[in-house]
């Protein structure tokens, strides 16, 4: 499975959000708290081009905020993406 990384401020209502869809999918994250460090602020700019958290990365895969993860968790493959399960194999035929 894909490490799932959170780039939070404690006062953003996103983000708790955010760690609650994971929460009721049991999907284990690491969360970083952004608050008073600008330089890991423009940091993240430069990776995601977004100047608002929660940014979100299943992996190094930038997901962008809570809107995106909450889009993908409705189109069914949150787990797929973060890579928690693997399409099935076709059933064998008995023979
Ligand atoms: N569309 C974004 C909205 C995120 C958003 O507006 N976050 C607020 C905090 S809850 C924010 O970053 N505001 C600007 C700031 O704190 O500098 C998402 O779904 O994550």
Redesign the pocket.
Known sequence: MNEILLYT?P?????RM?KALFDRHQLPYREIDVSGDPEMRSHLLEMTGQ????QIFFGTRPI???????AIERSGKLLEMVGASQPREPEQAAT
């Open positions: 401020t006062q953003c209502g996103y983000c955010a100047r608002t958290v929660p962008g905020g809570y809107e995106e993860l909450s």
